[in-house]
C-alpha cells in the first residue's frame, strides 16, 4: 500500500491526542491509583516519573520512528525496515498482544458502563460499603450483565474503527480527551476540598523515601509500560497516520505528559477522598469500582445530588478513557487484516470485534459461572492479563529497543527524530544510548520482577 492511499491524521493535535486516548485509559484511573496506594504514594510516583524519562519516552519515540518511516501497520513495518531478516515476528508479537489484550480490556471497560447506569440511575446512595462488596461481586458473578456490557463496548469500538483514521479516531480523540481533562479536575478539586484529605494529600505528595525499594522501581516501570501502551505497536501504528513533518520527540513527551498528569488527577481524586473517609489507599484493584462509589457517598452524605453528579461523571469518563485505549488496540489488529490481507476496513473490523467479542464472552464469563475452571489458581480472565500485560508487552518493549537501537540504519532515527524542528545531538545521542543500553536492561528486570523470579 502506498503512503499516497493511506490515511494521515489531519493535524498535528489531532495525533497527539489519538496517541494520548491510547495510552490514558483504564491504566491511569484504575491500575495507577490501586499501585500508588500499595507502593507508599508520593515515592512510587517519583519513581514513576523517573521511569516516564528514562524509558516511556525514549520507547515511544522508538515505536514512532518505526511507524512512521515505514508508513505500514506494525507487522509490515518490521518487513519494511528489516527485510529478510526475523524482526518481522516483533511487529506479528505486538499485533496478537493488541488482539488479545482488547479481549479482556473490554470485559473491564464494560463494567464501567454498568457503573456508570449505576450512578445515573441513583442507586448508590444510601448503600452501606457491605452492599458495595456485595453488589460488584454479584455483577462480575453474573452472566449475562457484564457480557451485555462488554459486547456493547466492543460495538461502540467498532463504530468508531469503521468511521476510519481521521473522522472516527482523531475526531472523538478531540473531543473526549478535553472533555475528561475538564471533569477529571473538578472532581480533583473536590476531593481536595474535603473535610479530612490532608493525610490524603501528604500521602500522595511528600515521598517517604525509606519506602523505595528494588520492588517500588520495578513496578513503577511495569506501570510505565502499560500506562503508555508501550510494546505492542499501538503507538508504532498511529505514528504510521503522523504527518511526515509532527515532531516526535516532542509528541512523545506531550503524550507521556498528558498521561502523567490524567494518572496524578486519578490519585488527586481517589486519595484525598479515601483518606477523608478512613478508607485504606491499599485497597487493590477493587479501589475503582468498589472503593469510590463508597467514598463519594460517604464523603457526601449531606449532598445526595452531588454524590449523583460526581460518581455519573466520573464513570462517564473512565468509560470514555477506555473507549479510546480500546480503538488503539482495535485499530493495531484492523489495519493489520486490512493491509495484510487485503480485506476492506469494514469486513477486518468486523472479524476483530466478533473473534475479540467471543473471547471476551469467554474471559468475561469466566469470573462467574466459569470461575471454578482454574489454571495454576488462575481463572482465564487472570491468565489473559498476566500473559499480555506482564510476559509480552515487556518482551515487544525490549526487542523494540533493541531493534531500534541496534538493528535500525542510525540515518533513518537520525532524520526522523529530526523532522519538524532540529534535536539538539546531546539529545539524539542520549536517546540512542537509552535504547541501546539503558532500556533493554530495564525492561529486563520488569519482565523477571514479573515473572516473580526477583
Ligand atoms: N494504556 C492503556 C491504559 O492505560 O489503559 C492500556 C493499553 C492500551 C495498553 C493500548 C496497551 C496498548 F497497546
Not at 456508570?116 to 458473578?141: H, R
Not at 498528569?261 to 468498589?290: K, T
Request: net charge neutral; aromatic share 14%.
Amino acid at each position: 500500500m502506498s503512503d499516497e492511499s493511506r490515511a494521515n491524521f489531519g493535524s498535528k493535535i489531532g495525533a497527539i491526542l489519538a496517541a494520548a486516548g491510547s495510552a490514558v485509559g483504564l491504566g491511569n484511573i484504575w491500575r495507577f491509583p490501586y499501585q500508588t496506594g500499595n507502593d507508599g504514594g508520593a515515592a512510587f510516583i517519583l519513581v514513576y516519573i523517573g521511569c516516564i524519562l528514562f524509558f516511556g519516552i525514549p520507547v515511544m519515540i522508538a515505536e514512532f520512528t518505526i511507524g512512521r518511516h515505514s508508513r505500514s501497520n506494525t507487522a509490515r513495518a518490521y518487513q519494511i525496515l528489516a527485510p529478510g531478516t526475523q524482526w518481522k515476528w516483533v511487529g506479528r508479537w505486538g499485533v496478537l498482544t493488541g488482539f488479545l489484550i482488547l479481549s479482556y480490556y473490554a470485559v473491564v471497560a464494560g463494567w464501567t458502563l454498568e457503573y456508570f447506569l449505576q450512578a445515573a440511575g441513583n442507586s448508590f446512595i444510601g448503600k452501606t460499603p457491605e452492599q458495595f462488596t456485595e453488589s460488584f461481586n454479584t455483577f462480575t458473578a453474573s452472566p449475562w450483565r457484564s457480557v451485555l456490557w462488554l459486547v456493547l463496548f466492543m460495538f461502540a469500538t467498532h463504530f468508531i474503527i469503521v468511521k476510519g483514521v481521521q473522522q472516527g479516531i482523531e475526531r472523538s480523540a478531540k473531543i473526549l480527551m478535553p472533555v475528561l481533562f475538564i471533569l477529571l479536575i473538578i472532581m480533583a478539586f473536590c476531593s481536595v476540598l474535603l473535610p479530612g484529605s490532608g493525610p490524603g494529600l501528604e500521602f500522595l505528595l511528600m515521598p517517604d523515601f525509606n519506602k523505595v525499594n528494588s520492588g517500588v522501581l520495578l513496578s513503577a516501570m511495569g506501570q510505565t509500560f502499560y500506562s503508555l501502551s508501550l510494546g505492542m505497536g499501538c503507538l508504532c501504528t498511529y505514528a504510521s497516520y503522523f504527518q511526515s513533518d509532527t515532531n516526535l520527540t516532542k509528541t512523545a513527551i506531550n503524550v507521556a505528559t498528558i498521561d502523567s498528569m490524567v494518572a496524578i488527577l486519578a490519585g488527586l481524586i481517589i486519595f484525598p477522598a479515601a483518606f477523608s473517609v478512613g478508607i485504606q489507599p491499599d485497597a487493590g484493584p477493587s479501589l475503582v469500582f468498589i472503593t469510590l462509589p463508597n467514598v463519594l457517598t460517604r464523603a457526601f452524605a449531606g449532598l445526595p445530588w452531588l454524590t449523583y453528579i460526581l460518581s455519573t461523571a466520573f464513570y462517564l469518563l473512565l468509560a470514555l478513557a477506555a473507549l479510546t485505549s480500546t480503538i488503539s488496540m482495535h485499530e493495531v489488529v484492523t489495519v493489520y487484516l486490512h493491509e495484510e490481507f487485503k480485506m476492506s476496513r469494514r469486513k477486518a473490523a468486523w472479524l476483530v470485534t466478533s473473534i475479540c467479542g467471543f473471547i471476551g464472552i469467554i474471559c468475561a464469563l469466566s469470573m462467574g459461572i466459569g470461575k471454578e475452571y482454574t489454571l495454576f489458581g488462575m481463572t482465564l480472565f487472570d491468565i489473559f492479563d498476566f500473559v499480555t500485560a506482564k510476559l509480552m508487552l515487556p518482551i515487544g518493549g525490549f526487542f523494540i529497543s533493541i531493534f531500534t537501537g541496534w538493528y535500525l540504519d542510525k540515518k533513518i532515527l537520525h532524520d526522523e527524530l529530526n523532522s519538524g524542528g532540529h534535536l539538539p545531538v546531546f539529545l539524539y545521542k542520549a536517546i540512542v544510548f537509552i535504547l541501546r543500553v539503558v532500556a533493554p536492561i530495564g525492561i529486563g528486570f520488569v519482565f523477571i520482577n514479573e515473572l516473580g523470579v526477583l
